[in-house]
């Protein structure tokens, strides 16, 4: 699993849905790397101590001065469904936005 420094504090009012604020409160149970140019993308399922699934989507690039910048959401387990066929609609619009017309 990858290690790309320490993790945000959980957003306001997030506290609790996250199990506490303590990393080892938080454990990582799957994860993915997406190497693109000066960026890396990180897919990683965690879950807490109440046994609550998320996923955090984070971005990590090198801005000019060489040091990296790291970006994230979160996804919760219950709202998956949702995320998942709204990233599919975007994905099906950018394929058939770059096809030539009348194909």
């Given amino acids: 699993m990858e290690d790309y420094g320490d993790e945000q504090p959980a957003p306001a009012g997030e506290f609790e849905r996250f199990g506490g604020a303590n990393r080892q409160e938080r454990r990582e149970l799957f994860s993915r790397q997406v190497r693109a140019g000066r960026r890396t993308y990180y897919l990683d399922v965690k879950e807490n101590a109440r ?3 998320y996923l955090v989507i984070s971005e990590s690039r090198r801005n000019q001065e060489g040091t990296h910048e790291r970006t994230n959401i979160m996804v919760f387990e ?13 994905c099906r619009f950018i394929k058939n936005a770059r096809m030539p017309p009348g194909v």
Avoid: H, L, Q, W
């Fill in 51 to 53: 046994k609550d699934k």
């Fill in 78 to 90: 219950e709202d998956m469904g949702n995320f998942k066929d709204a990233f599919e609609d975007v």
